[in-house]
């Protein structure tokens, strides 16, 4: 990722920080389709990550944890 698109993604994160303790918006488990409460967790989807960073680019979808262990066999580990 390059750093413009770094400050791009950090900057829209905030926004959506804000938004969300404003309670303007809300999360949806892109696995479920239902409402997320609590926790959110966060799916990055890199496309063309073998070729040039330039030409990548990368989506986010958001889940409940559960639904991605279910979905995937992996379990969603927060940082320590
Ligand atoms: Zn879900």
Known sequence: ???EKRQASEEMR???REAVKAGRVG???CF???HIEGEVHALLLI???NGPEEQQTSQQ???HAACFTKATGETAQGNP
Do not use: P
């Open 47 to 49: 496309s063309g990550w």
């Open 61 to 63: 979808w958001f889940c």
């Open 14 to 16: 905030k926004r959506i």
């Open 1 to 3: 990722m390059t750093e």
């Open 32 to 34: 479920c389709r239902e």
């Open 27 to 29: 999360f949806r488990c």
